[in-house]
């Protein structure tokens, strides 16, 4: 079994900085893929920013040069630093992890952490 589990949201002014951590644990080799998607009231899961094993980065055009994603393999731990924050960044944010065991891939997804932008 495998957990992933988001944290680091919050309240934050406009213009404010928040980092999230994603923590996994369990029973897997590697981290293959690690993604953060936001889920706003009444809209449909979007993609926001991804890190593949490679190393390769990926972001959604409305968060590019705002928002920063990291790993930390030793620990199992993914990151999304946001910076500049806006009213229409606030979403509950989730953690995608695909891990590798015995060859396989597996997906799992964390709960989610609420993150409000207001004044």
């Not at 944010?93 to 997906?107: D, N």
Request: glycine share 10%; net charge positive.
């Amino acid at each position: 079994q495998v957990h992933v589990v988001e944290s680091g949201g919050g309240l934050v002014q406009p213009g404010g900085s928040l980092r999230l951590s994603c923590a996994a644990s369990g029973n897997f080799d590697n981290i293959y893929y690690m993604a953060w998607y936001r889920q706003a009231a009444g809209n449909q899961r979007d993609l926001v920013a991804s890190f593949t094993t490679g190393g390769t980065t990926n972001y959604a055009d409305s968060v590019k040069g705002r928002f920063t994603i990291s790993r930390d393999n030793s620990k199992n731990t993914g990151y999304l630093q946001m910076n500049s924050l806006k009213p229409e960044d606030t979403a509950v944010y989730y953690c995608q992890t695909i891990v590798t065991r015995f060859r396989q891939r597996y997906s799992y997804w964390g709960q989610g952490t609420q993150v409000t932008v207001s004044s």
